[in-house]
């Protein structure tokens, strides 16, 4: 820490009292957004458009350990939700998943993909704007649902499966991604993304078969220990990862899905705190980045892509509790549930930051998020009065 | 035994649910940790849960006991319980056992049926892990331990 605090080339002094404003700030937005019932993340974007380039309050000299801790919290966040499924849930949640999955991403990818383009945007970034509008937010989703208590409710599984089958997904998409981002010409990229993939069904294959035995090694430790070697092992797998051009955040989540058992649980219990404060950062230089006065030119793109996905996630959620024998209601909640996007598009928007259209990219995923993160909750709040509204012949029945 | 069905919820835990014989439609949820949530289901949308109970490991233990109460003591009434070829028996001593007034040593249960008798209930009174000098008295049951066979011979000795 203290060489990232030297490179910013100023006292630790100003860098503690700057990084302290900045996360009393974090603390009184997440306090706000969890009184207000919602996710903070994209209150955390919103602050982060007031500080930086553009905004109204410059960061200064903490911009170089917050840019660091930034790509902490991308590792954390993924860590974490590899640590969420248990390999047997992987499996049933693929068998279950896989046919919904794929009209998922077919539905909800490709707008994403096609709005890229027509921006006049190069393969990567199109490619890359796909994967934000795919994913549903797995944060704002599980606690949407155990808010609203619904964690009981027959379409439940269908929507938490369709999270387990994405989560999944991003396991192959990020490192092509990855690889198409970083190189340029077309055969190099196809070489590095078939490495990319082989070294990452080796890993996950180890993973699934080898994992616990790694995990009965890490289990007798003691908390201290126990943190230590996970972020450790998290760092290093991650840094490996980069160096073969996999993406560092593909490395975390395959230590955390490697991870089982009793130790698996512990591991979750003891990162969640370290990934609370490193993922608010995260989502705060994410928006420092971003130049406020560039959004109301995106905002056009957002809504129709909003529309659009909020729409593909409908169909997706509708057919996905239909197949479990879910009711209409149920199939419109499970529909509304999936609208909302969040951590996974911020991470794979900010791939893309370094290229032609980064920024761009950025400013539209950024405006995107706040859009579906918001009002997604909202209809799934609502999803009750929206399927007696679309069935006027069922009788209204109170909304949750 | 009502048909229970069990469902995985990835990252949360597993559902349990069943429909009573009255037609009400009931699951429990126990997650990772142990928590355990109470649910039954709308009888007019019979996806969402209604109504729900939030206990944790301790509440839920002590309601199962409450719901297992008379199930329990049906269990200890049938007096046998299998645990993998080791079973448990209640033994009296009558009035005609040779082994009224004799001590648990010298009656050499272990020794010829390989039956340990790990309590003697006298009077409504426990005397668990008797030492081999314990005198059975008339009246007395002998709690034994061991294989069914094991069991029969004891009872056999205690009872010509």
Known sequence: MTTVLAAAGSDPTT?????????????????????????????????GLFLGEGGIVDLGSSEEFVSVGAEIGVLLLLLALGLTYTSDELRSGLRTGAVPGLMDAALNFTPGFIVGLVLGWEFPAAALLGGVTWVSSS???????????????????SVLNLL??????????????AAIV????????????????????????????????????????????????VVGLMLLVGGVAQKLQISAAIGAFLVGLALSGPVQERASDLIEPLRDLFAAIFFLFFAIQINPSELPAVLVPAIILFLVTAAGKLATGWIAAKRI???????????????????????????????????????????YVLLTAIIGPLAAKNADSLSSLLRRSTPTRTPV | MPDISETKLPGVGVRFEFTTESGEHLAVL??????????????????????????????????????????????TAGVEQEIEGLSIDWLSVPEASPFAGASIGAGMFR??????????????????APEPDFVLAVGDVAVAVGTPPGINDARAMLHP
């Not at chain 1, 944060?139 to 599984?157: A, C, H, M, Q, Y």
């Not at chain 2, 020794?111 to 409504?124: D, E, F, L, P, Q």
């Open chain 1, 15 to 47: 860098t503690f009292i700057e990084l302290g404003l900045v996360v009393v700030a974090l603390a009184v937005l997440a306090r706000l957004a969890s009184r207000l019932g919602v996710s903070a993340v994209p209150f955390f974007l919103v602050a």
């Open chain 2, 111 to 128: 020794t010829k049926t390989g039956v340990s008798i790990v309590a003697v209930i006298r009077g409504g009174e426990t005397h668990a």
């Open chain 2, 30 to 75: 126990v997650h990772r940790g142990g928590r355990r949530e109470f649910m039954t289901y709308d009888a007019a949308d019979p996806d969402r849960c209604s109504t729900r109970l939030h206990l944790n490991i301790d509440e839920s233990r002590a309601l199962s006991e409450l719901l297992g109460a008379s199930r329990v003591s049906e269990v």
């Open chain 1, 182 to 229: 970083a190189r340029d010409q077309a055969t190099k990229t196809i070489l590095a993304v078939a490495i990319a993939l082989v070294t990452v069904a080796i890993v996950l294959w180890a993973a699934m078969s080898w994992g616990h035995l790694m995990s009965a090694t890490l289990n007798p430790s003691n908390n201290e220990t126990l943190v230590l070697s």
């Open chain 1, 139 to 157: 944060g704002v989703i599980s606690k949407v649902l155990t808010d609203l208590d619904r964690l009981g409710n027959r379409e439940t599984p």
């Open chain 1, 164 to 177: 387990v089958v994405e989560d999944l997904a991003m396991a192959v998409y990020l490192p092509v991604v």
């Open chain 1, 325 to 367: 024998g879910a009711s209409h209601q149920g199939r419109i909640r499970a529909g509304t549930a999936l609208i909302a996007r969040g951590e996974f598009s911020i991470v794979i928007a900010s791939l893309g930051i370094a290229l032609i259209d980064g920024p761009e990219l950025g400013t539209v995923a950024a405006a």
